[in-house]
């Protein structure tokens, strides 16, 4: 099948993995501001992404924080079209379906199989918006087309690129071990036209002498026939950048005498809160995992945003954290709940509609006067304002279901442009819940934040990731055969456009 009439003949290329997580998303971002420096406009696009770690975009819907990176690495407003299939885990088995940013309905994993290739024409009408007015279109894939047992249907990998008339890069992980395997045995199980699509491929994060790995590159070209594009070294800012998937979130960071502590809860959500305070020098983070005691020496517990608040408060106490709570309030610590920690942080949770599993109400962790009963509407908007305890501005985003109300309500945290209040207070003032996330990324409320906790901060976090994502397109333009990749996108005059006379 050749590209749709219906979509525009825009540049354009998708860049599949040999498997999950083996940098797709910062490889994409990477290339979306390599162009964007050489004169391009360029777009990112995923046709189905899976992930609890959302962003608001500028049109008012949600997309996976993977894909608002890649704009940001494009210099380009965010869009509900760059991710037109978002899913959002709920249990082990069922998610929540998020299509054009909306909220589309819940399904369980067999369910959302069978009915997935109803979406591609959704799929493909936000590709030809997306590709519409841009100098090339940077795709990513989902997982790996080896995955041949999900081949039927799919729209995120295969299907997509056959339906779009896109050509293929394989990127492969050589640091998990067993590289020339993935590639060459994602190969031999791809049906014929599906090898013919591959124009390339890479190798990711190598550490040491790339020139080492010269007879391996030779081994995968003579028995795959495609061609090699580059090695791709370790690039140890990566870590710095917003993270898309969870797995990322298994260390701590930082060496501050200011200690936060997160307990890392089954469903977390929009944990890009946590960006921010990775980078700070006066702050130590510490992520802790199911099964680990909450540390009795935090002088904060950040309750982070939640996919099943309900679920997540069962697994919160599960772990005996709910224990550790009380013991770290009682020792005078300070306490923050974002979104569902901030439901979950309230009297009770009541979910009359079955929207997270059977109708009913829960009793909540207790530390603030407030009741939430969750609804079927869901806010995504930006949010702006003040902090109301040390006036300092913020910016940030809403991305939840529910209304809270209650009399620790009667001390908001936060003060929105609009006029209208946000979040809630405790009388003694060490408990804090709001619904807005990325407050952390706004240098003035991080600061004032700090400062009332004993830190310093001097981190113009905009900047920093603006940096590194230059920093990443330097380090990817000297390694890898960019004229190539440009021209097997369909485009041309990339010599000309190497030297900085782009259109």
Not at 146 to 158: K, Q, T, W
Request: net charge negative; aromatic share 6%; glycine share 14%.
């Amino acid at each position: 099948m050749t590209r749709s009439d219906a979509v525009p003949k825009t540049p354009a290329l998708m860049i599949q993995g040999t498997g999950s997580n083996v940098g797709k998303s910062l490889i994409v971002a990477g290339l979306c501001r390599l162009f964007a420096n050489r004169g391009l406009t360029v777009r990112p696009f995923k046709p189905q992404n899976m992930s609890n770690n959302a962003a608001v975009t500028d049109d008012g819907g949600e997309i996976g924080r993977a894909q608002a990176l890649q704009a940001l690495g494009c210099r380009a407003p965010s869009s509900v079209h760059m991710n037109p299939v978002l899913l959002k885990p709920e249990t082990d088995t069922g998610a929540q379906i998020i299509v054009q940013g909306k909220r589309f309905g819940t399904m369980r994993a067999r369910e959302y199989g069978k009915q997935k290739n109803t979406l591609l024409p959704k799929v493909l009408e936000s590709f030809s918006t997306i590709a519409s007015g841009a100098d090339l279109v940077l795709v990513e894939g989902a997982g790996s087309p080896a995955e041949i047992n999900l081949r039927s249907g799919d729209i995120a990998n295969m299907g997509f690129a056959e339906a779009a008339g896109l050509p293929v890069i394989l990127c492969a992980d050589i640091d998990r071990g067993g590289v020339i395997a993935s590639v060459v045995g994602t190969h031999a199980v791809l049906e014929p036209e599906e090898q013919n699509r591959i124009k390339g491929f890479f190798i990711n994060r190598f550490r040491g002498d790339p020139s080492l790995f010269d007879d391996g590159m030779r081994e995968i070209v003579a028995r795959t026939g495609w061609r090699g594009l580059g090695v791709v070294p370790w690039f140890a800012e990566a870590g710095k950048l917003p993270a898309e998937d969870a797995l990322g979130l298994e260390d701590g960071f930082g060496q501050g005498s200011l200690k936060f502590a997160v307990p890392v809860i089954s469903r977390i959500a929009n944990f890009d809160d946590l960006d921010p305070l990775r980078l700070e020098p006066g702050v130590s983070l510490a992520l802790v995992q199911p099964g680990e005691p909450l540390p009795g020496d935090a002088d904060i517990v950040l309750l982070p945003g939640s996919k099943s608040t309900v679920g997540d408060l069962a697994f919160f106490r599960g772990q005996g954290w709910d224990i550790d709570l009380k013991a770290h309030h009682r020792r005078g610590g300070q306490i923050l709940g974002v979104c569902g920690g901030y439901q979950m942080l309230g009297k009770t949770i009541s979910d009359p509609d079955g929207i997270e599993g059977p109708p009913g109400t829960v009793e909540g962790l207790g530390f603030l006067d407030i009741e939430t009963v969750l609804t079927a509407e869901k806010s995504t908007v930006y949010a702006e304002g003040t902090h109301l305890a040390s006036g300092a501005a913020f910016s940030g985003y809403e991305i939840h279901i529910g209304r809270t109300a209650g009399p620790d309500c009667d001390r908001p945290m936060m003060q929105l442009k609009n006029g209208s209040m946000d979040g809630a207070v405790s009388e003694d003032g060490r408990v804090c819940g709001t619904y807005v996330h990325g407050l952390f990324t706004s240098d003035k409320f991080r600061s004032a934040y700090l400062a009332a906790l004993g830190a310093s901060s001097e981190l113009a976090y905009g900047r920093s990731i603006d940096r590194i994502l230059d920093d990443l397109a330097r380090h990817l333009e000297s390694v890898l055969d960019v004229d190539a990749i440009f021209e097997i996108a369909g485009g041309d005059g990339s010599r000309a456009l190497r030297d900085g006379i782009g259109g």
